[in-house]
């Protein structure tokens, strides 16, 4: 079974400062995916990674993958409040069938 | 275009009692997946299906049931809830091609069972 798990688990951070989220998993697989979830609300797909040492970013969010680490980063990048929200990260083992997800990290950005 | 559709949005169960829920999308993706969300445990993998007239178990399949008899639909059953299963139960789609499983996520049903 694949473990995944994201650390902190919750954050608190000040606007502008900027801060990572990281996923480690616990097999091989070279495909991870980041979502977000706000309050009561469903899950947004943010990133696709694909490879070893892929890099995606969309405006203060940074997202890449270590296949070997077996590590994914999130990197906040002078947060703002709208950020405020759950980062899911997940794994899924290279067939598109099983996919596992980390627990989230809460992030409350503070003005 | 709406994407993925589940229904109900709510529902309160008796334990014992039975029910389906629906998942539509309207996106022609083969792939279809049910989770469950609960406080501080992500979203398990209940059941997927890759096609028309497939199932498959996931990471948490006991006591739930699975049908997709058309490509747009993927149904999830409860054949006798137990309070254990209250949860929120999401669906997701994904097209599966190039091997890239970017899954579209409904809005969530929130089922309690008391």
């Known amino acids: 079974e694949l473990k995944v798990e994201q650390n902190p688990l919750f954050l608190s951070m000040q606007e502008g400062k900027n801060y990572t989220i990281y996923c480690n998993y616990s097999?091989?697989?070279?495909?991870l995916y980041w979502y977000r979830q706000d309050p009561g609300k469903s899950l947004e797909s943010l990133f696709v990674?694909?490879?070893?040492?892929a890099v995606k970013q969309e405006g203060r969010l940074m997202a890449s993958l270590d296949t070997k680490a077996r590590l994914s980063t999130l990197h906040i990048t002078a947060a703002v409040h709208d950020l405020s929200a759950t980062y899911f990260c997940a794994v899924d083992l290279n067939t598109g069938n099983q996919f596992y997800f980390g627990t989230g990290t809460s992030l409350t950005v503070i003005p | 275009n709406a994407g993925v559709t589940q229904t109900p949005k709510f529902r309160v169960l008796k334990t014992g009692q039975s029910m389906t829920l629906l998942c539509a999308q309207d996106m022609n993706h083969e792939y279809m997946y049910w989770y469950r969300q609960d406080p501080g445990m992500g979203l398990r993998l209940i059941h997927y299906s890759v096609g028309e007239g497939t199932t498959a178990k996931g990471e948490v399949p006991d006591g739930y049931n699975v049908s997709r008899l058309k490509k747009q639909n993927f149904l999830l059953g409860l054949e006798s809830a137990a309070p254990s299963q209250t949860s929120v139960y999401f669906c997701?789609?994904?097209?599966?091609?190039?091997?890239?499983?970017?899954?579209?996520f409904g809005p969530g049903t929130r089922l309690t069972v008391t």
């Open positions: 097999t091989t697989s070279d495909r």
């Open positions: 997701a789609s994904s097209t599966g091609q190039g091997f890239r499983y970017e899954q579209y």
């Open positions: 990674l694909l490879s070893n040492g």
